[in-house]
């Protein structure tokens, strides 16, 4: 065997300027950019509610000389309530490993990535669990064969009306609340359908770049925001082969929101964060570090309290089953 040897030379070590690391972009969840967040200073109160059927009736009455003008009221439910519910989730350092770590790893920043991430992936999923689901004014089923009531054909589907759908459903929102829908939550998937529709291509085919994109598509379908959650879980518990999935599939959801919340305007939805606790962001959420002596380990702590409320049914039209 010729001397020296290739282990001789070269003594194998962690590369410093790569990592192969899954972190999800902040960009690929939309809990935070769909409704508005409320940060309150208790963790649960009331909130309330103006009667839609007394604001939109008419009332007023041709008033005769000298006689009283027609009155009349509105009611108020404040019965709607909200509990910010608290998550937490850890990571320990312990300093035999921060003392024995080669580069590029680095403990504090990965426990720290580590736990945003968590905290992210619980918040996307407890939103997608609450809106992206059979609760709205309007909940439809794409089918592949002839539409019944409830029903719409598949947008894979080439005699799919896609843009007729999507006027149809602003409609009916807007029909019975008197509001145009501002949001489109849209599946990756049904986007990806959405880039090769022929309807769509048709469509956009003279403007300036013919290319389909989420800007395209906003002002195709005359919305203010057009968000795709990319997100993605592993259902998998810890030491099993993962499975992998996108938090929201083959859905879709168009509702009306406005940009902040305001006393005197409606939402679908409304995200309650508490703030109240030390260190809370906007969102209910921080990341603290202390020392556990007892195990020789400093711990990565993320907490975040919120409450996501569905609070104008009427606001919303949900669609299932999108594509085939």
């Avoid at 009667?51 to 041709?62: I, P, T």
């Avoid at 937490?88 to 770590?101: C, P, V, Y």
């Avoid at 005699?159 to 459903?169: F, R, S």
Wanted: proline content about 4%; glycine content about 8%.
């Amino acid at each position: 065997m010729p001397q020296p040897t290739a282990g001789d030379v070269h003594v194998n070590r962690l590369l410093g300027n790569i990592q192969t690391v899954y972190i999800q972009k902040q960009t690929a969840f939309v809990a935070a950019d769909a409704f508005p967040v409320v940060a309150v200073e208790n963790k649960s109160d009331r909130y309330p509610v103006y009667s839609k059927e007394d604001w939109m009736r008419d009332e007023a009455q041709e008033r005769a000389p000298g006689t009283e003008s027609a009155g009349g009221s509105y009611e108020i439910d404040t019965t709607p309530n909200f509990f910010c519910r608290k998550y937490a989730f850890h990571k320990d350092i312990d300093d035999d490993t921060r003392a024995n770590q080669d580069k590029p790893i680095d403990a504090d920043r990965d426990g720290t990535l580590f736990v945003s991430q968590k905290m992210l992936l619980k918040r996307e999923r407890i939103w997608a669990s609450t809106y992206m689901t059979n609760v709205w004014g309007s909940n439809l089923t794409g089918v592949s064969g002839t539409p019944g009531a409830g029903e719409f054909k598949q947008w894979d589907n080439s005699t799919a009306t896609i843009l007729k759908n999507v006027e149809d459903w602003k409609e009916q929102i807007a029909s019975v609340t008197g509001y145009e829908p501002t949001i489109l939550v849209c599946a990756p998937d049904v986007l990806a359908t959405l880039k090769v529709s022929q309807e769509i291509k048709d469509t956009i085919k003279y403007t300036q770049k013919g290319v389909v994109t989420e800007k395209l598509l906003a002002e195709l379908f005359g919305v203010q925001k057009f968000l795709v959650p990319r997100g993605v879980v592993n259902t998998a518990a810890k030491g099993k082969a993962g499975t992998f999935q996108r938090i929201v599939s083959k859905k879709i959801l168009l509702c009306y929101a406005p940009d902040k919340p305001s006393l005197m305007n409606p939402s679908a939805g409304y995200i309650f964060s508490w703030k109240g606790y030390s260190g809370a962001d906007k969102f209910g959420a921080r990341i603290k570090k202390f020392r556990m002596e007892n195990v020789e380990s400093d711990r990565i702590e993320g907490e975040i309290a919120f409450d996501c409320k569905q609070v104008a049914a009427d606001l919303g039209v949900y669609a299932a089953s999108v594509i085939a």
